[in-house]
């Protein structure tokens, strides 16, 4: 039996199944998130001090890793757009520097927890620390989740496109709105972890 | 493809552009305003507001929320209703400036 409404909009909702799909999962998300931003709320201002993220971080690694995401916000957008234009070549191309760029936040961030290890500085070093970690961590394995999906779609998944272009379209589509997230989550962290 | 709708995919194109330029702009002056060294207070505010820009350009743009179907804005209303909760969560812990413990 076929998967209803992927291309269809269903007259109830005035949406496709994926699109609700996506976005309760969103919300779900937001949710996780936003409890993790409270506790470090809780913990920041109960404490008697606590050090200004610069001192501790890496500023210049975080911005450009910042810009990373940014470009490959925009390269995954463009990606789906090239579909909505039936040109399959440049939505490889466009998919593929999403997927690149993904591995270059993950590479940078790679080198920034590397040298925290080697200065001696753990989650159980401090509570700033902790925070750190626990929220960049969850967001690097959303990072290496949304990449998996998109390196689907552009490897084996990409099959969908010859026979149901449509669908293939509002796959990419969902998971552009995964990756965008992702995107919006770090533009949030980058200056309450790390200049503030 | 229609003529039009390859216009409108064209409009579309543009407008993601522009974002990013904005989005990268908004970035450099979030990195130079924390090189002030502002109050906290100051610095959380300036930093935060800057931060809602760009996550609601990245929404309404990239996240084509700007042109979206009511049933996601109710989903993303109840949502918004919950995370502030979440967030005034410690925010109701404290009494007369201590912490309840």
């Known amino acids: 039996m076929d998967i209803p409404y992927t291309v269809e909009i269903r007259r109830d909702t005035g949406l496709i199944n994926g699109k609700i799909g996506i976005w309760l999962f969103l919300a779900s998300e937001v949710m996780l998130f936003g409890a993790l931003f409270a506790s470090y709320i809780l913990i920041r201002t109960g404490a008697p001090s606590w050090p200004r993220g610069a001192t501790m971080l890496n500023v210049p690694l975080a911005t450009f890793n910042t810009i990373v995401l940014i470009s490959s916000s925009v390269t995954m957008v463009m990606a789906w757009a090239s579909l909505k234009r039936r040109r399959f070549g440049t939505f490889r191309i466009y998919m593929g520097a999403t997927i690149l760029l993904g591995g270059v936040f993950l590479v940078v961030k790679y080198f920034e927890y590397s040298a925290h290890f080697h200065e001696g500085a753990f989650p159980s070093t401090n509570n700033f620390l902790a925070v750190y970690f626990t929220l960049t961590g969850l967001h690097m394995l959303h990072v290496i989740g949304g990449m998996v999906v998109n390196a689907y779609f552009w490897g084996p998944g990409s099959k969908l496109w010859k026979t149901n272009p449509e669908w293939f379209t509002n796959r990419v589509e969902h998971s552009g709105l995964f990756w965008h997230f992702v995107d919006l989550v770090w533009i949030f962290l980058f200056p309450t972890l790390y200049l503030l | 493809m229609t003529s039009d709708h390859a216009v409108d995919i064209d409009k579309h194109v543009r407008v993601y552009i522009t974002v990013f330029v904005a989005l990268m702009v908004l ?75």
């Open chain 2, 27 to 101: 970035t450099i002056v979030t990195v130079t305003v924390s090189r002030f060294h502002l109050p906290v207070p100051v610095a959380v505010t300036v930093a935060l507001i800057i931060a809602t820009i760009k996550g609601s350009l990245v929404a309404c743009y990239f996240m084509h929320l700007i042109s979206e179907k009511k049933l996601i804005y109710a989903v993303l209303g109840l949502t918004a209703v919950f995370f502030l909760a979440l967030l005034a969560l410690p925010v109701v812990t404290v009494h007369d400036g201590y912490w309840i413990h």
